[in-house]
Nanobody, 118 residues
Framework: QVQLQESGPGLVKPSQTLSLTCTVSGTAITADFFYWSWVRHSPGKGLEWIGWITERGTLYSNSSFKSRTSISRDTSRNQFTLHLDSVTPEDTAVYYC??????????WGKGTLVTVSS
């Protein structure tokens, strides 16, 4: 069974970099036809797609984040990691990782709350 689990700090100070890792089990992140995505939800903005990394390691990201975001991966650990630079309180949200299959997010992690505050 496919499972995803987010991990990372729950509190980040403004201007710092937020890094969250998603650990995947039940399938390899290098398996064909699957992408691996990050999304977030906040009361003010609703659900936002941040970006995804393909099975071959190519990154696609939401242009609204400009150059602040990147996604890396560690295939030996079956993990992928979100990096969001220069965070502000507006980046406070519940962050989710998800598997994408033919443009649908079919498996999700439980989500992790990140608060940006000094």
């Amino acid at each position: 069974q496919v499972q995803l689990q987010e991990s990372g700090p729950g509190l980040v100070k403004p201007s710092q970099t937020l890094s969250l890792t998603c650990t995947v089990s039940g399938t390899a992140i290098t398996a064909d036809f699957f992408y691996w995505s990050w999304v977030r939800h906040s009361p003010g903005k609703g659900l936002e797609w941040i970006g995804w990394i393909t099975e071959r390691g190519t990154l696609y990201s939401n242009s609204s984040f400009k150059s602040r975001t990147s996604i890396s991966r560690d295939t030996s650990r079956n993990q992928f990691t979100l990096h969001l630079d220069s965070v502000t309180p507006e980046d406070t949200a519940v962050y989710y990782c998800a598997r994408v299959h033919y443009w649908a997010m079919d498996y999700w992690g439980k989500g992790t709350l990140v608060t940006v505050s000094s």
